[in-house]
């Protein structure tokens, strides 16, 4: 059974760091995109970043903050967060969908996780 676990949620302050971590389970991550998604109270889920075996991808709101990284051995794939701001407080998820090309986050995902939660205040 394919499942993904998201971890590393908490709260932070403005200016802090962060590193979300997305086990997956029951498939090997070679052969998937692995996109990662948040959603904010009120506001539509927007994609934040993805990779594939080919390419990774950011949203223009994280570019140069956030970094995506996966770890084949471990099956897990990270997303470091770095000069955090209150405008990225949010309920974190990571999806996943088999693709042997480059990734996109408007690109529709199959499986997803609980999702974590990251508050960045003061």
């Known amino acids: 059974q394919l499942q993904l676990v998201e971890s590393g949620g908490g709260l932070v302050q403005p200016g802090g760091s962060l590193r979300l971590s997305c086990a997956a389970s029951?498939?090997?991550?070679?052969?998937?995109?692995i996109g990662w998604f948040r959603q904010a109270p009120g506001k539509e889920r927007e994609g934040v970043s993805c990779?594939?075996?080919?390419?990774?991808i950011y949203a223009d709101s994280v570019k140069g903050r956030f970094t995506i990284s996966r770890d084949i051995a471990e099956n897990t794939v990270y997303l470091q967060m770095n000069s955090l701001k209150s405008e990225d407080t949010a309920v974190y998820y990571c999806?996943?969908?088999?693709?042997?090309?480059?990734?996109?986050?408007?690109?529709?995902?199959?499986?997803w996780g609980q999702g974590t939660q990251v508050t960045v205040s003061s």
């Open positions: 029951g498939f090997t991550l070679h052969y998937y995109a």
């Open positions: 990779i594939s075996r080919s390419n990774s």
């Open positions: 999806a996943a969908e088999r693709l042997y090309g480059l990734c996109a986050l408007s690109m529709p995902y199959s499986y």
